[in-house]
């Protein structure tokens, strides 16, 4: 973190208070960013949960439990007291700089002794007792009683809020409720989109940003842990980007690619490994020697896919959330999501909706689906030769010259000029459309 974020997270002074809440409660406590990595030393950790946390993969399940809690802290605008992935009893407060969510103080690290009334997961349960050291240090671990995990939540709620804390550290502030308005800094929407867009082209003469297959396989197997299936096809992206970059090896790349997807498959929901290898060898041998870039992208995303919908199936049912609204736009980024459809989805009226929308992804939802159909229509323009007028239609746009407008917009270009660029540097779409018998696949 550089001298720049530590002066805006005032990271001094939240670590004080933190340090001086653990010590009074005797909870543990930690500040982390909005994906749950912590940016501060953590505070009171038991001896159960710094163990977990030295191991690489179940840290990074510890992190998508702090992520989740400080984001449903700032849908409720309360204290969101939770079950970890081990099963202990967790809590978060968020942290906002004005209308900004920039992370949490997430605190528990308890047992609860009311075991008719414990709260959910929010995330999947992880398998780790069979480690005789973790089942001796969970057994230490407190045990509180329900009423005084609350109270322990309000009162992190209320240093939070304390009159002192907010005049010099104005990051502790959860949003407005209905019925008091507080007044709203209107920013102008950016021509250009406030994020990368899906697609990233990587020159054939140009490997140095190449990954290994280790590190591949843990970024996919982080995104589909923390249940974010944007990051997981944006990582298949990149993948499939370094795959078509090999000249000669395409067919072998490949299959690299789906070895990776098989095994993180077998890391994070082991009961489709079998179907999903089944898949995989059936469109092995149906492959010929050159293969579509788009269509092995959305082949990709669907096994992708498979693997979510067997860890969410896997995991106890809770209310859908922010993060199950974005996958299902990463799911359908062809579909005009509009924001009273998004909104229903949550259950959440329109406005509120908008308000915490920005706040996490940092844009308008409007913007948000606009560079998500955009971006799709940059990967069929490339490597497809589909007409513009069927790309748009195919994206949801009514009419071809407001779906050029948009697409300039953010690409600085016409969809046309686009391609012919593209085109010129590449030597037209990569490959041939696949066969009738690889679309079956696709829709398996």
């Known amino acids: ?11 001094d002074q939240v670590q004080r208070m933190t340090a001086d809440y653990s010590e009074a409660t005797g909870l543990a406590s930690v500040i982390v960013e909005a994906r749950g990595v912590p940016v501060a030393a953590p505070c009171v950790f038991t001896e159960f949960c710094q163990a977990m946390r030295s191991d690489p993969v179940r840290a990074k ?4 439990c702090d992520a989740h809690g400080g984001l449903q802290s700032l849908i409720e605008q309360s204290p969101r007291i939770y079950r970890c992935h081990a099963g202990l009893i967790d809590f978060s407060v968020p942290m906002m700089e004005g209308d900004k969510y920039l992370g949490a103080i997430a605190s528990g690290q308890v047992r609860q002794t009311d075991d008719a009334d414990q709260p959910q997961y929010l995330t999947t349960g992880s398998t780790w007792q069979d480690d005789p050291r973790l089942v001796e240090l969970y057994n230490q671990v407190p045990v509180y009683s329900r009423r005084r995990i609350i109270a322990a ?21 959860l949003p407005t409720r209905s019925g008091s308005r507080a007044a709203e800094t209107v920013h102008p929407e950016r021509t250009q ?3 990368q867009l899906l697609t990233q082209i990587v020159s054939a003469d140009d490997e140095s940003g190449s990954r290994t ?52 498959a077998e890391d994070c929901a082991p009961r489709i490994t079998q179907h999903l290898s089944e898949l995989v060898k059936a469109q092995q041998r149906a492959r010929t020697t050159t293969s579509n870039r788009y269509q092995c992208q959305l082949y990709l995303e669907r096994l992708l896919t498979m693997v979510l ?4 199936r896997s995991r106890p049912q809770r209310r859908p959330d922010l993060g199950d609204l974005l996958n299902e736009i990463a799911r359908h980024p062809n ?10 989805m949550l259950h959440w009226s329109p406005g509120h909706f908008s308000k915490l929308f920005k706040s996490v ?12 159909r955009i971006s799709r229509a940059q990967l069929m323009l490339a490597f497809t030769e589909t007409p513009v007028r069927k790309i748009a239609a195919d994206l949801g746009f009514n009419q071809v010259n407001y779906f050029s407008r948009v697409f300039r917009t953010y690409t600085g270009m016409a969809p046309s000029e686009y391609r012919r660029q593209y085109t010129s540097r590449n030597g037209g779409p990569s490959g041939a459309s696949l066969s009738a018998q690889h679309d079956s696949l696709l829709r398996a």
């Open 153 to 173: 939540s309000e009162t992190l709620l209320g240093l939070s809020k304390s009159a002192g804390l907010v005049n010099k550290c104005p990051i502790f502030n």
């Open 61 to 64: 399940l510890c992190e998508s």
């Open 309 to 312: 919908d067997e860890i969410t």
């Open 335 to 344: 579909h005009p999501y509009t924001l009273t459809e998004a909104s229903d």
């Open 213 to 264: 297959v280790s590190e591949h396989h843990a970024a996919l197997r982080d995104a589909l842990t923390a249940e974010n299936l944007d990051e997981a096809f944006s990582q298949a992206s990149i993948m499939l980007d370094e795959a078509f970059a090999v000249r000669g090896e395409l067919r072998e790349q490949l299959a690299l690619i789906e070895e990776t997807v098989v095994a993180v």
């Open 1 to 11: 973190m550089t001298d720049l974020e530590q002066e805006r997270w005032n990271l």
């Open 361 to 372: 992804t940092g844009c308008t939802f409007v913007s948000y689906i606009a560079t998500r």
């Open 193 to 195: 989109p406030q994020f």
